[in-house]
Nanobody, 127 residues
């Protein structure tokens, strides 16, 4: 079974940047579709961006133009580059994976059904 470990979170000032990493192990990671999700205090978990094995990418509106998702199959790692961060971006960020096989947008919209999840990494955007 695929195991996922997120890293790269921390405290950043508004307007700053962070790169989150999601390291996969236990299976052939490049066979999996992977997404980033986040959960802010008191709010439901929401999708940020998803990437399928065929290279299709989806961004939620809040991430468009500021975040970039990518993967390095040689390192079994998926990245989320975040720039121009806003205080409302404060949340625990999770990566999740599955052999989805359907549209990348649907993967983000139905992320709750993905079978492998990491434990998350905290991102705090504050001055």
């Amino acid at each position: 079974q695929l195991q996922l470990v997120e890293s790269g979170g921390g405290l950043v000032q508004p307007g700053g940047s962070l790169r989150l990493s999601c390291a996969a192990s236990g299976a052939t990671a490049d066979h999996y579709d992977i997404g980033w999700f986040r959960q802010a205090p008191g709010k439901d978990r929401e999708a940020v961006s998803c990437l399928t094995t065929d290279g299709s990418i989806y961004y939620e509106d809040s991430a468009k133009g500021r975040f970039t998702i990518s993967r390095d199959n040689a390192k079994s790692t998926v990245y989320l580059e975040m720039s121009r961060l806003k205080p409302e971006g404060t949340a625990v960020y999770y990566c999740a994976a599955d052999q989805w096989g359907r549209s990348v947008q649907a993967m983000c919209e139905k992320g709750y059904s993905l079978r492998s999840w990491g434990r998350g990494t905290q991102v705090t955007v504050s001055s």
